[in-house]
């Protein structure tokens, strides 16, 4: 008999504590859920601000040239280092350009004069994807966008990068 | 690509763009203390280094799961266990498939695994944080790269 009663308590027991850990899953699930749906401005900013990418505008000439950055990127999970590259380079004008090295058919990285038979073009290693060195995408291949173009801007001659957007965009 | 839903989901899309996966290999144990730190070390490098090459080539390659198997266990069964990743992403089909690893076991047996393998030596300690493994990492991938690329 008492032995029973222990067990409808022991039952009892358990029901509370798991009904306990579940409700504090819940909410532990709910703050970061509230805090993307509110929040998404706060979440933008973090990898919205321009940053210093550790290149000097002097040394940015008419040949596309690749420059790799580390930015902190927050999402809900967790706080990480994340790489970014660019080709930067100066146009006709004179006019600073940088590019996403972000293919737009699947994402491979592309690179400037990546193959020899196509000179002065942007080429994808992973099926042939090609651009212009404007990132115009070259019809025929299987991109079928230009390459993204970072918000770019010079500060006591060095060149700071922000976001990249698709081409008309920026 | 990576095995996640974001991912896969373009997979399904893009399939017959996506010909090659990577596995990487990484040893666990927790037996034997004057090996602990190097293994750990190599098995956070080694997920580095696949998520590198991911990158760069995430249009065409798919980044399998690191698949983890205890150091000192029989080397035959686990091949049988590989093999049978191999033998599941062929059937999509994958054609190219590349297994990396810091583990210099495998180059024994590279004959029975079905797929490549690219044995990286070296790398027994260092600081993750610090420039040179970056850059060492960098060189690294642009090789490894190069080597995938010539399989396409
Ligand atoms: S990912 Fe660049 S051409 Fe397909």
């Known amino acids: 008999m008492s032995e029973k009663k222990q067990q409808v308590s022991r039952r009892q027991f358990l029901n509370y504590t798991l009904t306990g850990v579940g409700g504090f899953m819940a909410a532990g699930m709910l703050v970061p859920m509230l805090r993307m749906a509110v929040d998404p401005v706060l ?30 990127q927050v999402d809900a999970w967790y706080e990480s280092k994340v790489g970014k590259s660019a080709w930067v380079y100066k146009n006709d004008n004179d006019e600073i350009v940088a590019l996403s090295p972000i293919c737009k058919h699947l994402g491979c990285v592309v690179s400037w004069e ?27 291949t299987p991109p079928t966008a230009p390459l993204d173009v970072y918000e770019s801007k010079v500060e006591n ?14 | 690509m990576q095995w996640i839903k974001e991912d896969v989901k373009q997979y399904i899309q893009a399939k017959e763009y996506v010909d090659t996966v990577i596995v990487p290999l990484i040893p666990y144990h ?36 690191n698949y983890y198997y205890l150091k000192s266990g029989s080397k035959e069964e686990e091949l049988n266990r590989i093999n049978s990743w191999s033998g599941d992403a062929r059937t999509q089909p994958f054609n190219n498939i590349f297994f990396v ?19 990286l030596p070296g790398i027994q300690s260092g600081d993750l944080k610090s420039n040179e493994l970056h850059s060492f990492i960098h060189d690294q991938v642009e090789q490894i790269g190069e080597y995938i690329k010539s399989y396409w």
Not at chain 1, 46 to 56: E, H, I, K, M, R
Not at chain 1, 58 to 69: G, K, Y
Not at chain 2, 104 to 119: F, V
């Open chain 1, 114 to 140: 990546g193959s020899e038979q196509f000179p002065d073009q942007f080429y994808c290693p992973c099926h042939g994807g090609r651009y212009h060195k404007d990132g115009q995408n070259i019809p025929g």
């Open chain 1, 157 to 170: 001659g060095m060149l700071y990068l922000g976001m990249a957007h698709p081409r008309g965009e920026a």
């Open chain 2, 101 to 119: 690893t810091f583990d210099s076991a495998w180059k024994k047996d590279e004959q029975a695994l079905d797929g490549t393998l690219i044995w």
């Open chain 2, 30 to 65: 927790l037996s034997k203390d004057s090996e602990l730190e190097k293994n750990a070390f190599q098995s956070e490098v080694l997920s580095i280094f696949a998520k590198e090459i991911e990158k760069e080539l995430s249009g065409r390659v798919m980044l399998s799961p």
């Open chain 1, 43 to 72: 979440q933008e900013s973090a990898a919205g601000d321009l940053v210093n990418v550790g290149l000097a505008v002097e040394d940015i000439t008419n040949e596309p040239q690749r420059v790799d950055w580390k930015i902190d």
